[in-house]
């Protein structure tokens, strides 16, 4: 099968959150008017299909903290929340306070609650959320939007994942001492090996969820990155991340074409969840090092997007410079003259 190296496709939207209202939206009823509110009919069993999927989910409710945890807790549903915003701000204020602290756009939040007033002002407000009525959620589930291609390991554990992240940060925010110190505390093995069968649904679900941390913003499908992997001019690799306090998953992936004189990075991209570990910088280091070691040149594809900016800046940090750019294509160049060492805050283990 011929390789699709020209463009790739573009990212296409798929849901990460859910926002979840509370009153007459998760239950029937007002909380502040009455303590004795009622689950609605099947919510529960929608919550935790979304959650099987790994679409994170939080609140956005105008309510009183202790007491809306209280009845979630009592729910048995408070686990299925991360940075639950409870408090008496504007809706569309707790929406970006959400998806600022799950550090993924606007453009992949969807949010219910049974108030056309409110779903019109997060609408006015940010208008790439998905806004959907409470009134009916029969369908939620099947919308093209809900459903990933592939359920992979990395998607069913997305939520423990993050609470994991969740975990660290607070840790991090009361640390006394230099970023390092804190990274080395953290115990962190990095994995790079090539992608093999079972990793391929892995693969294309990174290409499609990573935006910020995406060199070129494009996806590729299942049937491509299999084709990579198994070709003799295309090398695709997957990274994983592992710290003291559990697994990150697989975070990431490279894509390198190689010739006889020339290697290039077609693509370099990494969950959003890393992008304080320093992962970037490591992996281009290690490349750098295996391409001076080869006596080859060291090449670098790059498309701006208005998210990508931080790659642009992990390549310029690398001692890339631009040579090259055709349209919106910007080929970079390594002198692979200053080349660092593996930080000793990191262990890497590769299998290239």
Not at 16 to 30: A, E, F, R, S, Y
Not at 77 to 103: G, H, R
Not at 118 to 143: H, K, N, Q, T
Request: hydrophobic fraction near 40%.
């Amino acid at each position: 099968m011929e390789l699709k190296m020209a463009k790739g496709k573009k990212n296409s939207k798929r849901i990460k959150c859910v926002v979840w209202d509370l009153d007459n939206t998760i239950w029937n009823g007002i909380l502040l008017e009455d303590k004795n509110v009622t689950l609605r009919n099947g919510i529960t069993d929608i919550i935790k299909t979304l959650d099987s999927r790994g679409i994170l989910q939080s609140i956005a409710s105008r309510n009183d903290y202790n007491s809306a945890m209280e009845k979630l807790k009592e729910f048995k549903l408070d686990e299925y929340f991360i940075y639950p915003q409870i408090n008496w701000n504007s809706k569309s204020t707790s929406v970006l306070t959400i998806a600022n602290l799950i550090n993924i756009g606007t453009d992949t939040l969807a949010f219910i609650d049974d108030q056309q007033f409110e779903r019109e002002e997060v609408s006015f407000s940010i208008p790439e959320v998905l806004c959907i009525d409470a009134i009916d959620l029969s369908g939620l589930i099947d919308m093209p939007e809900m459903i990933p291609r592939f359920l992979t390991d990395d998607s069913k554990n997305r939520r423990i994942m993050y609470m994991s992240d969740i975990k660290r940060n607070l840790i991090e925010e009361k640390f006394d001492g230099p970023q390092e110190k804190f990274l080395e505390s953290l115990e962190m093995e990095l994995t790079i090996a090539p992608v093999e069968e079972g990793d391929l649904e892995r693969a294309e679900e990174l290409t499609v969820r990573t935006h910020q941390l995406n060199t070129t913003g494009y996806t590729y499908s299942y049937e491509e990155l299999k084709s990579f992997s198994s070709s003799d001019r295309y090398k695709l690799f997957i990274m994983g991340l592992n710290d003291k306090y559990g697994t990150y998953g697989k975070i990431g992936l490279i894509l390198m074409e190689y010739d006889d004189d020339v290697w290039i990075i077609k693509l370099l991209l990494m969950s959003c969840r890393v992008m304080s570990r320093g992962v970037g910088t490591v992996v281009l280091n290690y490349i750098m090092k295996m391409a001076k070691d080869k006596g080859v040149k060291l090449r670098a594809e790059f498309v701006p997007t208005d998210k990508n900016r931080m790659m642009y800046v992990t390549y310029k940090f690398a001692g890339f410079r631009e040579v090259e750019e055709n349209d919106s294509l910007v080929v970079f160049e390594n002198s692979l003259e200053r080349i660092q060492g593996i930080p000793n805050y990191i262990k890497l283990k590769v299998n290239i």
